[in-house]
């Protein structure tokens, strides 16, 4: 076959992008004579798929301030990547192209990383931890990045299998290691894979660090020689790194005497949808005491992710396995983790013995105030010394937790999208301890109490934080989400509801009767390939260049737009610019809009709220109408924010 003319004729026609076609001969020329590459290339066009050659090719998979993510698996399998499949069904190659999850785009990755390390830390031999989960070709990947760290001269600590993707922050910073690298795509779909980089702090990159590396990524290139260089080496890491892991998870516990009167009458279905989470979550519980009930046909790892359409814990169906068992069981609640086990989803029994999908936004609120009340129950907070916690989450989180926080005396702090930026604040308040105590013992050696001790004495102590989309954390030992430490608090929360005679819905129903019944949806459309990343774009653009004034009938009484306006926090460090819009309607709902930073999609949140008078609270039946009507508004507010946004991409 003639392979450049079948792709110029394909030009010619519109068949395929000129972006793609040029892409696609770099990448046939740079690949070995005889490869499996080139044969997969030859294969696609030879096919004619050229919508798949397109997506493929369109672009270089860009690494961006989170890193990689992309297809590893392409919606068509040729015969050179499908090769011999492993026993899960595996292809044996990731497939080939420009815009996809491969090995090529992991080393480059890989090497511009471990090159910025060495130019951050020219005095050492600088140090990476690796980690991965249980996806298609996350392995391979993982030791690929091991073996370009020690030709680039950084020594390697690898874990011997799956781990989760905080238990890789933590032990960043557990073993003073200068950066991390997790491969995982999170609850992407299954054919989906990613590369996460982490700085020494534990919290992935953000700037300046974030654009320097995406520099040096950019700048690199592919080496057949993986060959060590400077005497670095690779060490598998071993079972004392696991315990250390779990000795910190032990430390979120509040009242550890709470969940020893209250373990044996709490049950708990638990599964991790394949992924990672079985193996700190049910040890960690074993040691609290807990029996989980397990899902045993989730429990193995695989990236097929056979039983669900979706590893995502955010979908019901993705836990319809642990809710039919919870149903044999009358369990109290069913706790579910990602692939990487960053997100935690929960479905909670009523009082109908039914189970009910509860969200990210309720899930946080829960854990937000049963740990702030809790740790003001017990004297650790005071109303002195209140204004020195803080609870910490992202702009479009429910503010049913800044409600929290006011009621208490705590601050809070809203951030951009996005853990990492949760982490850069716990950074910047254990610089400004660690700044005011200079004598004291280093930062990492310090016991959780004499942390807090330091913080609540001057600084600002991470009570907790967490995001909608089904992150939390409730400790600065780690600077990501963290779903086996959310899946404890959660359990220590259920079995405080449980001592008091309550479920957790019920004690979520007293919560809005004080604080206010808040309410929030995500709705979403997606976007994919070529063509949907062109919508995407001009539907963005479009929020700039004429803001909607009215939305579902509703003047539009304020914008915010976070690309363009110079925004602070509450500590008055300036907000990074990012493409991210908030619509302020007249009657106080609010609409946030933004691209997702890792799908093809755009995100769009829908805020809505009442609240009781000043020191009263909603009776049962006052709770019953309110709820009604402001999920009603936020039913009809879709539609008509969909129709404008789907006449704005066209």
């Known amino acids: 076959m003639n392979l450049a003319v079948i792709i110029s004729e394909a030009v010619k026609n519109g068949q395929i992008l000129e972006s793609a076609a040029a892409n696609l001969e770099k990448t046939y020329q ?225 009242d550890k005497e709470l969940l020893k009167r209250e373990s044996s009458r709490l049950k708990i279905v638990f599964t991790p949808i394949h992924g990672t989470g079985i193996r700190s979550i049910e040890p960690i519980m074993k040691r609290l005491g807990i029996d989980l009930i397990l899902v045993p046909e989730q429990n193995a790892p695989d990236g097929r992710f056979p039983t669900v359409k979706s590893p995502n814990p955010e979908n019901g169906e993705a836990l319809s396995m642990g809710i039919a068992l919870a149903k044999k069981h009358q369990a109290d609640a069913v706790i579910a983790t990602d692939p990487d086990c960053d997100r935690m989803g929960v479905a909670l029994r009523n009082s109908a013995g039914e189970y009910e999908l509860i969200t990210g ?19 650790v907070l005071t109303p002195a010394n209140a204004k020195n916690a803080c609870l910490i989450k992202t702009f479009v989180t429910t503010e049913l937790q800044a409600a929290i926080a006011k009621r208490f005396g705590l601050k809070i702090v809203n951030t951009l999208t996005g853990f990492k930026y949760i982490g850069e604040k716990m950074l910047e308040y254990e610089k400004k301890v660690m700044a005011q105590n200079p004598s004291a013992k280093p930062y990492r050696q310090q016991s959780p109490e004499e942390k807090r001790a330091a913080h609540l004495a001057g600084g600002c102590f991470y009570v907790f934080g967490g995001e909608e989309s089904y992150g939390y954390s409730g400790g600065d030992y780690v600077r990501d989400k963290d779903a086996n430490a959310a899946t404890v608090m959660f359990a220590e929360a259920a079995a405080a509801a449980k001592s008091r005679g309550l479920t957790l819905l019920e004690y979520l129903d007293q919560i809005y009767a004080s604080f206010g019944y808040y309410l929030e949806s995500l709705g979403q459309i997606v976007m994919e390939g070529a063509e949907g990343s062109a919508k995407i774009a001009r539907l963005l653009k479009s929020y700039t260049a004429e803001p909607p004034k009215a939305l579902f009938g509703m003047p539009v009484a304020k914008v915010e737009n976070f690309a363009e306006q110079n925004l ?18 007249s009657n106080g709902a609010r609409v946030a809009v933004r691209g997702s930073g890792t799908e093809p999609k755009v995100k769009f949140y829908l805020f809505a709220n009442k609240n009781p008078d000043e020191g009263k609270s909603f009776t049962v039946t006052e709770l019953a109408e309110i709820k009604a009507e402001v999920k009603k508004f936020i039913a009809d507010l879709w539609p008509a924010i969909e129709s404008d946004a789907m006449q704005r991409a066209c």
């Open 30 to 254: 740079e690949a070995p004579e005889n490869s499996w590459e080139r044969k997969a290339i030859e294969e696609l066009a030879d096919k004619g798929l050229h919508t798949e050659i397109n997506d493929r090719f369109y672009k270089r998979l860009a690494f961006g301030t989170g890193g990689l993510r992309g297809r590893t698996i392409g919606k068509t399998v040729v015969p050179s990547e499908l090769g011999t499949p492993d026993a899960l069904g595996c292809p044996e190659h990731p497939c080939v192209g420009t815009n996809a999850m491969n090995d090529a785009n992991v080393e480059r990755a890989a090497r511009g990383v471990c090159r910025y390390m060495r130019k951050c830390f020219p005095s050492i031999q600088p140090t990476i931890v690796i980690s991965h989960d249980t996806r298609h070709f996350s392995r391979k990947f993982a030791e690929l990045v091991a073996r370009v760290a020690v030709n680039e001269g950084v020594n390697a600590c690898l874990f011997p299998g799956d781990r989760s993707t905080p238990q890789l922050s933590f032990m960043v910073r557990h073993i003073g290691a200068q950066v991390g690298v997790m491969i995982t795509a999170s609850h992407n779909p299954q054919h989906d894979n990613g590369f996460k980089a982490y700085f020494e702090d534990g919290g992935q990159f953000v700037e300046p660090h974030a654009s320097e590396a995406i520099k040096e990524v950019n700048a690199a290139s592919l080496s057949q020689d993986f060959s060590p260089n400077n005497g670095a080496s690779i060490r598998i890491l071993g079972a004392d790194e696991d315990t250390a892991y779990l000795d910190a998870l032990e430390s979120v516990v509040l």
């Open 361 to 379: 936004n309720q899930i946080g609120s829960i854990l937000a105030h049963y740990r702030v009340t809790t740790l003001f129950d017990k004297g």
């Open 568 to 585: 602070s926090d509450v500590d008055g460090k300036p907000i990074p610019k990012e493409l991210m819009f908030m619509f302020h309607l």
